[in-house]
């Protein structure tokens, strides 16, 4: 049956006013479709928690030793490479002798010449001292005549004249004998200078061997050649520093570690402490060692200071090489049988409806072990429940519970389940803006 045009008439304008009615509803913002928050849940849980400073370092043999040349000249023979193990005094490279043999054979011949020099300054020597003989034993004898000539002159047997030559001959007798005495003193010094040319000679000599002896290169420790840095036929100078020829590792079956650890984590750092690392030579691997020293002298790179952190490790395989980078956890602290908490359920903090944070009160300060912290539980009502909690170590991943009323096996609030935390609501707009 067909409507009426005038009820027709009539029909439309509610329609459109239904229709109207309709979208103003779903427009508001009383109608909320916004899902009930709902929650991740960990627990609270006992069980052991190691405390540990992460960081990266450098292996390294515990002692290496640079063999240089004390003296310049050519190679001549390498008998050590790369790789090589060598003993302590065994020889590892020999430099061209030629130059040095030489010098040492010119010394020997000069020693020889001072040594000829002093042997005749000691023979010179002894015939002046015969000539201060004879010349003490004419001066008596010519003392003795002229007490004889001054006796006779007085008894008037002899003349004068005769008393003045025998005076003349006694004044040039003791002038002989001083002339004689101050040649012997010369000798002296001659046979002196010529000991002392002896002894510089003969130092010259050990020291020409001394450098012939250098030619050899052998190596002071027992241990692995790690390092060549030069071939045969290559001219090292030694003028102004030795040249490293070889760097030799001692022993490769202990090695050593050199973290660098950061300003804030040093002071947890202790000798003795344990240290695990792993290197990317071997990722499924880890590797043990212990803390042997912490060195006081800091380094700064970009502002950052680190301070270098020494470990001892052994190496039984050989496994780990010199230069290998280690990233190492250095256990500060271990602790048995404690009860942790997540380290997400620390961070987390719930919403009110309209998305902001909700407000706690500020909390009187605590006193006791640890720092404060603060976790939520689920009420009987659903509803978050901050619990205050007394804080000690942390492993990165979960935080030792020193105090709070918290149990183990309590479920915490680690976060929300995507999608249904509480978000802002959409400011409601008047029907029909923007159309």
Not at 61 to 83: E, H, K, M, P, Y
Not at 251 to 266: C, G, K, P, S, T
Request: hydrophobic share 45%.
């Amino acid at each position: 049956m067909p409507i009426p045009h005038r009820l027709e008439r009539l029909l439309a304008p509610l329609l459109i006013l239904a229709l109207a009615a309709a979208a103003l509803f779903y427009w508001q913002p009383w109608r909320s479709d916004a899902p009930k928050p709902q929650y991740r849940l960990g627990e609270a849980e006992e069980g052991r928690l190691s405390a540990a400073v992460s960081a990266s370092g450098t292996l390294a043999a515990r002692v290496t030793v640079q063999v240089g040349s004390q003296v310049s000249g050519q190679i001549a023979q390498l008998l050590a490479d790369f790789n090589s193990p060598v003993k302590k005094g065994q020889i590892i490279a020999r430099l061209d002798p030629a130059a040095f043999e030489s010098r040492v054979a010119q010394a020997r011949a000069e020693l020889a010449s001072a040594r000829s020099a002093e042997r005749a300054a000691r023979h010179l020597l002894e015939v002046r001292q015969a000539e201060l003989e004879r010349a003490r034993i004419a001066l008596d004898e010519a003392a003795r005549n002229l007490e004889r000539k001054r006796a006779l002159v007085r008894e008037q047997f002899l003349s004068p004249a005769e008393l003045d030559s025998a005076q003349a001959a006694h004044d040039s007798a003791r002038e002989q004998l001083r002339l004689a005495e101050a040649n012997l003193r010369a000798g002296a010094d001659q046979l002196e200078a010529a000991r002392a040319q002896v002894v510089q000679r003969a130092a010259a000599l050990r020291q020409a061997e001394v450098e012939l002896a250098h030619t050899v290169i052998r190596s002071p420790v027992d241990g692995v050649v790690i390092s060549r840095n030069v071939d045969v036929g290559q001219t090292v100078a030694a003028s102004l520093q030795a040249p490293v020829l070889f760097t030799i590792a001692q022993d490769l079956r202990h090695m050593e570690v050199n973290i660098a650890v950061d300003e804030a984590d040093v002071g947890r750092v202790k000798p003795g402490q344990k240290v695990r690392f792993t290197v990317d030579a071997y990722p499924g691997e880890r590797f043990n060692g212990r803390v042997s020293e912490i060195r006081k002298a800091a380094q700064t790179v970009n502002n950052v200071v680190t301070y270098s952190v020494m470990v001892s490790a052994d190496n039984p395989d050989g496994k780990l090489l010199p230069g290998m980078t280690a990233n190492a956890r250095i256990l500060t602290d271990e602790r048995e049988r404690v009860l942790k908490v997540p380290n997400e359920a620390l961070r987390f903090r719930p919403l009110n409806p309209d998305g902001s944070p909700v407000k706690l009160e500020v909390r009187a300060r605590e006193e006791g072990p640890g720092i404060p912290g603060r976790v939520w539980v689920l009420a009987p009502d659903g509803q978050p429940r901050p619990v205050s909690l007394r804080l000690g170590v942390s492993d990165g991943k979960a935080t030792e519970v020193l105090a709070g009323d918290l149990r183990a096996g309590t479920q915490v609030i680690l976060g929300y389940v995507e999608g249904t935390e509480p978000r802002p609501k959409r400011q409601a707009r008047p029907f029909g803006s923007g159309l």
